[in-house]
């Protein structure tokens, strides 16, 4: 893998939201629609932006925005904060983890959205248990709610800089 420092970072608008322009770039490329999320990495650190979900683009927005190197080992604690007020996630990891830990743990959603009464229930077990026979909800569907905000970068008029990522 290439060593991708000596690249100023950039950023751009897509979609109303603030984003590193490789990412937009990638999106670009890969047909334009993404799904892009909230950077809640160490709330209050100087990113701000809006990030992909898949463990490559993770992974470079942590190297180049937040000094998580990838394939290092060497251990961290995950920063990350979704849920309000209640601080950072603090799980231990080895930095060359953490992408697939944000990917697998904070922004994948089990959750799911009750057709009938619009209740959100954390996980499909949870749900299966509210529209149990003889509840209110008894038959209702549940609709998979998905994080983040969809975006389109096909019309991204910008430019920048490749900054060599493998494929
Ligand atoms: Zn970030
Ligand atoms: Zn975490
Ligand atoms: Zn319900």
Redesign the pocket.
């Known amino acids: 893998m290439s060593s991708s420092t000596s690249l100023p970072k950039a950023i751009t608008w897509c979609g109303g939201k603030l984003m590193d322009t490789e990412d937009v770039v990638d999106a670009k490329k890969l047909g334009g629609e993404v799904r892009v999320y909230e950077?809640?990495?160490?709330r209050g650190?100087p990113?701000?932006?809006w990030?992909p979900g898949d463990r490559t683009g993770l992974g470079w927005?942590?190297q180049d925005?937040?000094d998580v190197k990838l394939g290092d080992k060497q251990p961290t604690i995950c920063l990350w904060q979704d849920g309000d007020g209640q601080g950072p996630c603090s799980q231990t990891l080895q930095k060359e983890n953490v992408a697939r830990h944000i990917a697998t743990t904070h922004l994948s959603s089990a959750a799911v959205q009750c057709s009938n009464c619009g209740s959100e229930l954390s996980r499909r077990d949870a749900f299966q248990r509210h529209i149990q026979t003889g509840r209110a909800c008894e038959g209702a569907t549940g609709i998979p709610v998905l994080r983040g905000a969809l975006i389109d970068a096909s019309t991204w008029e910008g430019k920048g800089g490749i900054r060599g990522r493998a494929n």
Do not use: Q, R
């Open positions: 950077c809640l990495w160490d650190s990113c701000e932006l990030i927005h942590m925005w937040h």
